[in-house]
């Protein structure tokens, strides 16, 4: 069965600091690129950060630029998102997301079209509060 695990979720503080995973099951993510979302309460899921399957070239959001780090490491099969100086506004489910095909292997796909990726994760829970 091929599925995407998020982890590293949790209750922090303002200006904490969480490292996201995200773990390929049944498959290999060498070739994918990888994006995360995040979903707020009585919000529409919006794009993060993404990272392209070879080079390694990302992509982040205006609201995050500066704060999150986008990396992955093949061996491991795992993607991660080093979220630091976390803010209220930053709390929700933390979901990623891959992306198979040529175009994303040298650049980071756009986290602004949901079409763009074949398999999601269930999401990781983020609560930034104090």
């Known amino acids: 069965q091929l599925q995407l695990v998020e982890s590293g979720g949790g209750l922090v503080q303002p200006g904490g600091s969480l490292r996201l995973s995200c773990t390929a099951s049944?498959?290999?993510?060498?070739?994918?690129?990888i994006a995360w979302f995040r979903q707020a309460p009585g919000k529409e899921r919006e794009g993060v950060s993404s990272?392209?399957?070879?080079?390694?070239?990302?992509n982040y959001a205006h609201f995050v630029k500066g704060r999150f780090t986008i990396s992955r490491d093949n061996a491991k099969n795992t993607v991660h998102l080093q979220v630091n100086s976390l803010k209220p506004e930053d709390t929700a489910v933390y979901y990623c997301?891959?992306?198979?095909?040529?175009?994303?292997?040298?650049?980071?796909?756009?986290?602004?079209?949901?079409?763009?990726?074949?398999?999601w994760g269930q999401g990781t829970q983020v609560t930034v509060s104090s």
């Open positions: 997301a891959a992306a198979y095909g040529s175009t994303w292997y040298y650049q980071p796909p756009r986290i602004t079209e949901d079409s763009e990726y074949d398999y």
């Open positions: 049944g498959f290999t993510l060498t070739h994918y690129a």
């Open positions: 990272i392209s399957a070879f080079s390694g070239s990302t």
